[in-house]
């Protein structure tokens, strides 16, 4: 055997058993052996080297089964920490957590409407800076640096290959953070690193097929096959927003006609109330001008106009969604973004439209629901691709 493929089984063996510790910990080391078929002496070898690494400790003793009681391995989800970013389109957060996702601080900033590639790196690296500098004990234990960036990403490559948008291109953003941190850094499509967030904490926990959907200014998604992020041929999967739905429809940022993202996204739902205000079809919002923001305010009030609308926009969600459902099949639809703030009027409409569309009762029950992740959701999702290297087989970050 070469010494190298020796280590590559040492290493696997060692994921294999930080993975069984993470998924159904408290373990002991008996039940890890049987169950991932190790000898007993292998898994206490990597155990001790585990624990020597902070990233393993021994809890409460177990259950005996005679003899003396086992004692219990669990993650020490505080022995590492993890800087995760969310990059644009509007504004940079970043969020710094420990191994189980919990928040210790947080940062937000504006983005300027118009940016060039080094200012917008030299952001990142500031607002990394300004979080890492406020929290100095935990800055020489973080393990790897996540971004979930707007746009066109090439993860392998580790380049934001196109943020429309900001009209960025070809950023080489993980080489720029990694020179200057010298940590590990991951990038991702932030409609992928949210379908992460939901699988490692949010409500995606228990999904074999998971889509994330983010409605906002555009709208993206990402899709999770059997705990993986799935990507595509050209790293376009999950760009739902530019599905057609109206041949004869507004032209997109794409520059293609009546996409999804021309019927349901923030500024789309602002341009159909302003066409039907100034045609005269509706006279409400008392003369005030449509956002989104407001026409959901007005709903709150009871106002006709705006509630038509966003049940317009929940049926056009619906159609969209139920696309998606008869390409991918998915067992639960998790839905994001400022849009989905108004859920309460969105929701119930978009379950009706698919009910009424899709093509079988199960498709017709698939579970869509509202995240609860809240406003760090992609950055927690940034966190995750690092999450996804310490515990998966093959993953290139270690402790
Ligand atoms: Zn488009």
Known sequence: MKRGSFKAMKNLNKSLILTKILNDGPISRAEIAKEIKLTPPTVGTI?????????????????????????????????????????????????????????????????????????????????????????QSYANRVIGIGVAMHGVVDAEQGIALYAPNLNLRDMPIVERLSDHFQLPVRIENDARALALSETWFGQGKASDKLLAVNIGSGVGAGVVLHGELYRGDSHIA????????????????????????????????????????????????????????????????????????????????????????????PDRIILHGGVMKASKYLLPVIKDTIEDRALTQTAKETEVLVSDLGDYATALGAVALILVELFKRNGEIHV
């Open 47 to 135: 155990v001790k080297e585990l624990i020597e690494q902070g990233i393993v400790k021994e809890s409460a003793q177990g259950e005996s089964k005679g003899g003396r009681k086992p004692t219990l391995l669990v993650i020490d989800y505080d022995a590492f920490y993890m800087i995760g970013i969310d990059a644009g389109p509007s504004e940079v957060a970043v969020i710094l957590t420990n191994l189980a996702g919990e928040e210790i601080d947080t940062e937000m900033t504006a983005l300027p409407a118009t940016i060039a590639e080094q200012q917008f790196v030299r952001l990142l690296i500031e607002q990394v800076t300004a979080v890492l500098s406020r929290n």
């Open 238 to 329: 999950g760009e739902i927003g530019h599905m057609t739905i109206d041949l004869n429809g507004d032209i997109c940022s794409c520059g293609n006609k009546g996409c999804l993202q021309t019927v349901i996204s923030g500024p789309a739902i602002q341009a159909r109330a302003t066409r039907l205000l100034a045609s005269g079809v509706a006279t409400s919002l008392n003369g005030t001008t449509p956002t989104a923001k407001t026409i959901f305010a007005h709903a709150e009030e009871g106002d006709r106009f705006s509630r038509e609308v966003l049940h317009d926009t929940a049926v056009y969600i619906g159609i969209g969604l139920t696309n998606v459902i008869h390409t991918l099949n």
